[in-house]
């Protein structure tokens, strides 16, 4: 079974600007959740999408956004780059929403300059 | 507010010397308590769940255990592909809907041959 996916695997963008990253979930898997990793900060949580809604959403500004589609991919936008916005962004998956046995991407490495 | 502590920050081991890894927690209503394995580049692997004080669970070299305040990630006889971050999260939270994980900023073990 292929595993979670993350595209793209690099970005570099300015101050400013906006940038989408994408997620693929595991096949049947309908829950996915998006964390930002820094290596002061550790391992974030931003939010949780089951069935197109989101569940829960961490401490991030609203610069930060996400959706899920019908077919479970899910994509996260983030508005208005800053730099302290550069970080590895990571995406899981999971079978039902809630759990925390979560499978994780390889990660979007962004950096803002 | 959830926390988790991972203690030592940094562990650096001989090849077969066994050691523990540390997580202390504070959470309002454990949910579940995660053990994940990160490598260099890659997203965090899932090891184990643990639900409630004295719950033990075992995966070849790794046995995790959970009081009401800490888990300890026990490595018996290590070998130097053990080598990586292991980090711990918590599931809070009283019910309902989807609770992120809270992440501890992990130990970086090194097993020296």
């Known amino acids: 079974k292929a595993g979670v996916t993350q595209t793209p695997r690099y970005l570099i963008k300015t101050r400013g600007q906006q940038v989408t990253l994408s997620c693929s979930p595991i096949?049947?898997?309908?829950?996915v959740s998006w964390y930002q990793q820094t290596p002061g900060q550790g391992l974030q949580f931003l939010f949780e999408?089951?069935?197109?809604?989101?569940?829960n959403k961490g401490n991030f500004p609203g610069r930060f956004s996400g959706r899920q589609f019908s077919n479970s991919r899910s994509e996260m936008n983030v508005s208005t780059l800053e730099l302290g916005d550069s970080a590895l962004y990571l995406c899981?998956?999971?079978?039902?929403?809630?759990?925390?046995?979560?499978?994780f991407g390889p990660g979007t490495r962004l950096t803002v300059l | 507010e959830d926390q988790v502590t991972q203690s030592p920050e940094a562990l650096r081991l001989q090849e077969g010397e066994s050691s523990s890894l540390n997580c202390s927690y504070t959470v309002s209503g454990l949910r579940g308590l995660f053990w994940y394995r990160q490598d260099p580049g890659k997203g965090p692997e899932f090891l184990f769940t643990l639900y409630s004080a004295g719950e033990e669970k075992e995966k070849e070299r790794l046995k995790a255990t959970l009081t009401k305040k800490e888990s300890f990630l026990h490595i018996t006889a290590p070998k130097p592909e053990d080598s990586a971050t292991y980090l711990c999260a918590v599931q809070g939270g009283s019910g309902g809907g989807a609770d992120g994980l809270t992440f501890g900023k992990g130990t970086h073990l090194i097993i020296q041959p």
């Open positions: 999408y089951f069935s197109e809604t989101q569940r």
């Open positions: 899981a998956s999971s079978l039902m929403t809630g759990s925390g046995a979560q499978y």
């Open positions: 096949s049947g898997h309908r829950s």
